[in-house]
């Protein structure tokens, strides 16, 4: 699928996303972070026989640097604890193995979070009018919403979120990947680890871009605006519009609440107010006086 000519990140108005602006960073964010958990935590469907999902664990462990004698220790102690009955159970025929099998889904979904676990997600959207979005993301409206362009160079770890996808990674995509080095395979875990999530997120129409590594890099994306939200304080607007006087290409937008709807809007900011204006001096050198505040109760009376 072809990624949207813009997308739209929002943020409160803080050190990041002063840097997302000034020096083309963006933030990749550790899963465990979010506030869904649900999200990037798949479980496992072991839709392999009992032989190929200990095939499957004993590679898994090869591969994240376990010795010989450790993996072997680890698949001898999963068959032990295979026999030994759960409490409650009645040991019927079919039963270690069910044990087992349970125990093989266990383990090969914990090497397979640990893999995934220095990944960060970017998180994006389709939309920069989303009341939603500007509560839960933009420090309730008092902070940005971030405008990028896509199409100069094409990224392809940049994908829009599936709200239909299953929850469950197949272990027969796992086998594939780690065995036979299928980049199908590989793709479909990667599609349903990181962007798979449930259809209640559907309204925030969001896209991923998806780093090795969590924290600041790189941004792969052209800043074209920025969207103030309907509180986001005027010295805010004005720190911004002073740090891009220069670079009058990125526009400045501030947010606003229809009359007849619920719905958000957008209008171009004039920006040579904010630009031409300087800092506030306070009353005792504009006036040559001190201005005292008068006491609450005679304000009152």
């Known amino acids: 699928m ?106 090969i979904l914990n090497r397979l979070r640990a893999e995934m676990a220095t990944y960060g997600v970017l998180s994006l959207s389709e939309t920069y009018s989303s009341v939603l979005m500007w509560s839960h993301y933009s420090d309730h409206h008092r902070g940005l919403c971030l405008e990028y362009d896509t199409s100069l160079m094409p990224v392809q770890t940049l994908g829009a979120v599936d709200y239909r996808a299953p929850r469950a990674v197949r272990a027969d995509d796992l086998l594939r990947w780690k065995f036979e080095g299928s980049a199908d395979a590989e793709k479909r ?22 780093s090795p590594r969590v924290g600041a890099n790189t941004l792969n994306f052209k800043l074209t605006a920025i969207h103030f939200g309907l509180r986001t304080d005027v010295t805010v607007q004005q720190t911004i519009a002073k740090v891009l006087a220069r670079d009058r290409d990125i526009e400045l937008f501030a947010m606003w609440a229809r009359e007849d709807s619920f719905q958000l809007e957008r209008f171009l900011v004039e920006r040579d107010y904010f630009e031409q204006s ?24």
């Open 2 to 107: 072809t990624p949207p000519a813009k997308l739209y990140k929002y943020c409160p108005f803080k050190v990041f996303s002063l840097r997302a602006i000034s020096e083309a960073e963006i933030f990749h964010a550790s899963p465990q972070q979010f506030n869904d958990p649900l999200d990037c935590n798949p479980t496992l469907d072991l839709d392999v026989s009992t032989d190929d999902g200990i095939r499957l664990l004993r590679q898994m462990l090869e591969q994240s640097g376990e010795t010989p004698d450790r993996i072997e220790q680890e698949i001898r102690s999963l068959r032990y604890s295979a026999t030994e009955v759960w409490d409650d159970e009645p040991d019927t025929p079919g039963a270690e193995d069910a044990r087992l099998r349970w125990s093989l889904g266990r383990d």
């Open 189 to 210: 875990v990667r599609q349903t680890y990181f962007y798979a999530k449930s259809k209640e997120w559907a309204y925030e129409r969001e896209w991923r871009d998806i």
């Open 278 to 301: 300087g800092i506030r001096q306070p009353p005792f050198i504009v006036f040559g006086t001190r201005f005292v505040e008068p006491p609450s109760d005679a304000a009152d009376g």
